[in-house]
């Protein structure tokens, strides 16, 4: 194969580490990107990729990268970083740190709060909305941010529930909280991205959820993934709370 990703979890490392190894082509860049939307789609608090294995005759690395830095830009909002090269103005225009090793990117990003971060998995249910509302409720008591619950609940209630009513597969909720901002996001594995196509007529039937979202959240999007979606809010205290 012309690259090897490699995902190391809870192996003496704190933060998921990628290492990307052999040639870099057209096919496999695109495998590579899809490989780290996959790991970023859970939301970690950082994600570092070694590149000192990887060939790039091309030059196709610098851009894979930036566009991975500008998708999950607003969301998940984890921490990036590069090591395995010294030479740092070479990655620059990605937007990912550099570092010459693991040990000095590892120490740069420090270790995370497994408390901040939290994911459920759930099956297309009619109650899936009300355990997900329930975890919610839990975490933002646990982070003495009830002012956040009701948004929360109602913005992830429209997530889930058009999983349930359109995608129909299995979906992994997350939640996650960064300074004074929480994001929920809902993760299925249907390729159809949500439309929003802005205000509804007050005699249309239906497509007002999304419009819910938009008007409760300081940001939503979607990610695309190689089989499936993230469809993810931010959530910011400013916002009119609404009653859960």
Do not use: Y
Not at 159 to 187: I, K
């Amino acid at each position: 194969m012309p690259i090897e990703v490699r995902h190391l979890v809870d192996r003496g490392r704190a933060h998921p580490l990628v290492r990307l190894s052999g040639v870099l082509d057209d096919g496999s860049a695109a495998a590579a990107r899809f490989a780290l939307l996959d790991l970023l789609a859970d939301q970690p608090e950082a994600l570092v990729v070694d590149v000192d294995g990887l060939q790039d005759p091309h030059g196709l690395a610098v851009t894979m990268l930036r566009d991975v830095f500008d998708v999950t830009r607003d969301w998940p909002g984890s921490r990036l970083a590069l090591c395995g090269t010294t030479d740092t103005a070479t990655w620059l225009p990605t937007g990912w740190p550099a570092w010459p090793d693991q040990a000095n990117a590892f120490a740069a990003l420090g270790e995370p709060d497994p408390d901040r971060r939290i994911s459920i998995d759930l099956e297309p249910d009619v109650g899936a909305a009300r355990v997900a509302r329930e975890v919610i409720t839990d975490a933002c008591d646990r982070w003495g941010r009830t002012d956040l619950t009701g948004n929360a609940c109602i913005v992830t209630t429209e997530l889930v529930n058009n999983v349930v009513a359109h995608a129909r597969t299995p979906m992994r909720v997350l939640l996650a909280m960064d300074d004074e901002t929480m994001s929920v996001a809902v993760r299925d594995s249907s390729p159809v991205l949500p439309r929003f196509t802005g205000p509804v007529a007050p005699t249309s039937f239906g497509g007002r959820g999304l419009l819910l979202i938009d008007a409760m959240t300081s940001r939503w999007g979607n990610l695309e993934l190689d089989g499936g979606k993230v469809v993810w809010a931010r959530l910011v205290p400013d916002r009119t709370v609404m009653p859960v």
